[in-house]
């Protein structure tokens, strides 16, 4: 896209980074995509001043039209993010931005639209039949992040499909065995209500590690999340191997119950997180937690299972949200 003018500015801001990238559309309808400028939420006081950076890291003016996935519900004037300080006012991010148009949706939502958009070669299968994403129906997307991520879409044919978005993150942790238990008590210690993203998210890990820890009674350094992911993955502690290990098999457990409630016919697995432990995931007990569902297990094993593994879906699907609003004749 360098020497092109661009069309759009797409924004995915989540709990803990947001990214920006310039968009251009094709005559074709396709959309091409600028590599990303990725900033720290925390280092910013609100989306005002991260936008000023953006704006100054850019070589060559910045187009007058945005779409923004936001970490949250993105209903109403005002949205506040779910996992980090920053309160959106959509309806003033025009003058506020600098802003002609502007399309504005959830974070998950968006990742639905890239899931419709992307081609079969940008997803890897995990399990259940080998086919490519079903061209009607309904297909979940699930992504593990700094929360959890829910959303769903329905296909009509290769063109037609609606995004539904939704908090399914913030649905009760149900438990599927003994450690799952423990985990839930403990985290009942301190919460009045527990969500299955305080379990089946980066941060979760943490507090699966300290309760097998504890089942195990050991004494193990305060950890962070970061840390235990990488000493997992490395191979470098066992018990962070296991909390890997029961990771997945939540996840499992989570993705199987969300496409029983959407009536889905695929599921994919979407996020940074999914992405770095694709590997993990296909040789994990995910598959037979996510098939384990009693009377409707041979049903389970009849959904394909695919993670997608475009580099940025938030930035992709909220570019697809904004064509389809503003430029789609059919919109």
Request: proline content about 4%.
């Amino acid at each position: 896209m360098q020497g092109q003018a661009s069309d759009l500015v797409a924004l995915d801001i989540g709990g803990t980074h947001a990214r920006f990238a310039l968009v251009r559309f094709a005559a074709d309808g396709s959309i091409a995509m600028d590599d990303p400028i990725t900033l720290k939420t925390s280092d910013f006081v609100s989306l005002q001043t991260a936008w000023e950076e953006f704006e100054n890291r850019v070589d060559g003016p910045v187009p007058r039209a945005a779409a923004l996935a936001l970490a949250g519900p993105a209903t109403g004037e005002t949205v506040r993010l779910t996992n980090n300080s920053w309160a959106i006012h959509t309806g003033a991010l025009d003058e506020q931005l600098g802003l002609d148009r502007v399309c504005v949706l959830n974070d998950f939502a968006a990742v639905a639209h890239a899931v419709a958009r992307a081609p079969e070669d940008q997803f890897l299968h995990l399990t259940g039949p080998e086919t490519p994403l079903p061209l009607n129906g309904t297909i979940s997307v699930i992504g593990p992040g700094t929360g959890l991520g829910v959303a769903h879409l329905w296909r009509s044919g290769a063109e037609h499909y609606h995004v539904q978005a939704s908090e399914g993150g913030h649905i009760n942790f149900a438990p599927t065995d003994h450690i799952e238990d423990a985990i839930l008590s403990r985290l009942r210690a301190r919460h009045r209500r527990v969500s299955v993203e305080r379990v089946v998210s980066g941060p979760g890990i943490v507090e699966i590690y300290n309760t097998l820890a504890a089942l195990e009674k050991k004494a193990v350094d305060d950890l962070g999340d970061r840390a235990i992911w990488e000493r997992g993955m490395k191979r470098e502690d066992k018990l962070a191997e296991a909390a890997i290990e029961h990771f997945c098999l939540a996840l499992g457990s989570a993705s199987g119950d969300y496409a029983l409630a959407h009536g889905s016919r695929a599921v994919v697995i979407a996020g940074g997180l999914g992405y770095r432990i694709r590997e993990t995931l296909k040789r994990s007990g995910f598959a037979d937690r996510f098939r384990f569902k009693g009377r409707f297990e041979q049903a389970m094993m009849r959904l394909p299972v695919k993670l997608i593994t475009h580099p940025q879906p938030g930035l992709f699907g909220a570019a697809a949200a904004f064509q389809r609003e503003h430029l789609s004749e059919t919109a």
